[in-house]
């Protein structure tokens, strides 16, 4: 169950990576279209939606960032807090129910940005603490046992030189 817990704070970091990539590469085609002179409006927005041409190739991008970070990583974060109960690292809960929580808000401020553009801001802020937070968890050791560890290698250590 440790490693379960540690392997999905790196997959958890590892998405918010893909959800900036996705979000950038996609923006980016957005503003290449417009600068050729298309137009982002709501009939275009209902015909790729429908089904129709793409208006540019990056359109693929949104769907990504969507599914993502409205579905996978949010799923992800609760598994993390149920593998956290068995985990048995001091602090495992906590830290998963940090990492979980601010998914969380992510995904109430990505669905509230329409309403509100301003928590764009916010959206892209606690991302970053979504990706601090998973790389906590994915990086987390408990220390007794890394104390453990240590002693005993360096007693390894210290028979292995009386041997030579």
Request: proline fraction near 4%; aromatic fraction near 10%.
């Amino acid at each position: 169950m440790r490693k379960a817990y540690n392997v999905l704070g790196w997959i958890i970091a590892g998405l918010v990576m893909l959800q900036a990539a996705s979000i950038a590469w996609g923006v980016g085609g957005e503003n290449k279209f417009i600068e050729e002179g298309g137009v982002v409006d709501k009939a275009l927005i209902e015909a790729a939606q429908a089904g129709g041409e793409p208006p540019f190739p990056e359109v693929f991008a949104f769907p990504i960032h969507g599914i993502n970070g409205g579905m996978i990583i949010p799923v992800l974060g609760l598994v993390l807090v149920g593998v956290s109960f068995g985990a048995r690292f001091t602090h495992a809960r906590r830290r998963a129910g940090v990492v979980f929580t601010f998914i969380f808000v992510q995904v109430m401020l990505g669905y509230s940005i329409g309403d509100l553009p301003a928590l764009g801001f916010l959206h892209g802020l606690n991302a970053l603490l979504v990706f601090a937070s998973a790389l906590a968890v994915a990086r987390h050791r408990d220390p007794a046992t890394t104390q453990a560890r240590s002693t005993s290698d360096a007693g390894t250590d210290s028979m292995t030189s009386v041997a030579n």
